[in-house]
């Protein structure tokens, strides 16, 4: 039940980034929001652990900058997965990707519930 509230929470928090960046990031059908919700759950679960441990060199360098770019890399490789999501530059997807994060932090604040 925990996985299915957290898919919500970021599901919520990629449809405000839409509202936030409305000519950055868009989203056509309505529930393609919860396609992507899902699909950024399994990238950060999966894949995001394994190439964080690759590039830990340069987020060491970098002062976790890298981490940030890596994340809007992420989000920016959705829009190849999911028909439907579309972010215009890899730049609009960092901020995106930043935005959908504090969003999620502070959502998880609210309403979830560990």
């Keep these: 039940?925990?996985?299915?509230?957290?898919?919500?929470?970021?599901?919520?928090?990629?449809f405000a980034t839409t509202y936030v960046l409305p000519n950055t990031i868009t989203i056509h059908p309505?529930?393609?929001?919860?396609?992507?919700?899902?699909?950024?759950?399994f990238v950060n679960f999966?894949?995001?652990?394994?190439?964080?441990?690759?590039?830990?060199?340069?987020?060491?360098?970098?002062l976790g900058v890298f981490g940030v770019i890596l994340n809007g890399a992420f989000f920016?490789?959705?829009?190849?997965?999911?028909?439907?999501?579309?972010i215009v530059s890899f730049m609009g997807a960092v901020i995106g990707a930043l935005i959908v994060s504090i969003m999620n932090w502070i959502l998880e604040r609210i309403f979830g519930n560990s």
């Design 76 to 86: 920016w490789l959705l829009t190849d997965v999911v028909p439907g999501f579309h």
């Design 30 to 41: 309505t529930y393609i929001v919860l396609v992507v919700g899902a699909c950024l759950m």
């Design 1 to 14: 039940m925990k996985i299915i509230w957290h898919w919500l929470i970021l599901s919520i928090a990629i």
């Design 46 to 62: 999966v894949i995001k652990p394994v190439i964080s441990l690759l590039t830990l060199p340069i987020n060491i360098l970098t």
